[in-house]
C-alpha cells in the first residue's frame, strides 16, 4: 500500500468490462457491481433483417453468461443496473406495441432466474435509478405526461406512484437521484 496518488506499475493491470462475441461489437451499457467483481452488459446486435437481437452478458468469478434465453423480436435492451446486494440486476427494454412504446422492467438473478416486474407506458429517465438499500426496492422516475416518481417491490413487481415532479424540478442534464432512502 502507498500514499493517496502512488501508483505501482508491478500491481495494475487492465481488465476489459462488457465481453463481445461478435468482433468489433462494443458493449452499449456496462454496470458493475458493488462487489467489484461482477459485471453485466448490454450488447446491441441486429439480426439480418434488421431487427433488434440484444444480448445480456453477466461476468464474474465463474466466468459470462447470457441468461436471457430469448429476446423478442425487436426488443431493445437499454439499461442495467445491479442490486446492492449483487443478487441480480435490473434490466430496462423497450417494446414497440401499436400506438406506441413499451418499457419492460425485468429482474434477473445471478443464478439466471428471470421475471418481468413491470410494463411501463412511459420511459424511466435514466440515471434516476436508487435502490433501497435492503435491495428489495428500487425508486426511478417515469416521463409519461408528466415527470412521475415511482416505487417498485423487487419482491412482488408491486409498482407504486409516489408523486409527480415539477418541469422545472429536474436538471437538464446528468444523473438525477430523485429520492433518498431512510
Not at 417494446?95 to 410494463?119: E, I, M, P, Y
Amino acid at each position: 500500500a502507498g500514499q493517496a496518488g502512488d501508483f505501482h506499475p508491478q500491481c495494475a493491470r487492465l481488465d476489459r468490462l462488457g465481453n463481445a462475441a461478435a468482433p468489433q461489437a462494443l458493449p452499449s451499457a456496462v454496470a458493475i457491481a458493488p462487489d467489484g467483481v461482477h459485471t453485466a452488459a448490454i450488447l446491441h446486435l441486429d439480426g439480418l433483417d434488421g431487427a433488434a437481437a440484444d444480448q445480456l452478458t453477466l461476468d464474474g468469478p465463474d466466468g459470462p453468461r447470457q441468461p436471457l434465453s430469448s429476446v423478442a423480436v425487436g426488443e431493445r435492451l437499454l439499461d442495467v443496473r445491479w442490486s446492492p446486494t449483487v443478487g441480480g440486476v435490473l434490466l430496462l427494454a423497450q417494446r414497440q406495441v401499436t400506438g406506441g412504446k413499451h418499457f419492460l422492467v425485468r429482474w434477473v438473478s445471478v443464478n439466471g432466474v428471470t421475471r418481468d416486474l413491470a410494463d411501463l407506458p412511459g420511459e424511466p429517465l435514466a440515471g434516476s435509478w436508487v435502490w433501497a438499500p435492503d435491495g428489495h426496492e428500487v425508486a426511478f422516475l417515469v416521463r409519461i405526461s408528466t415527470t412521475a416518481l415511482v416505487a417498485l417491490n423487487i419482491d412482488s413487481g408491486e409498482l407504486r406512484y409516489l408523486d409527480d415532479l415539477r418541469a422545472d424540478g429536474l436538471p437538464t442534464s446528468g444523473a438525477v437521484a430523485p429520492v433518498t432512502w431512510v
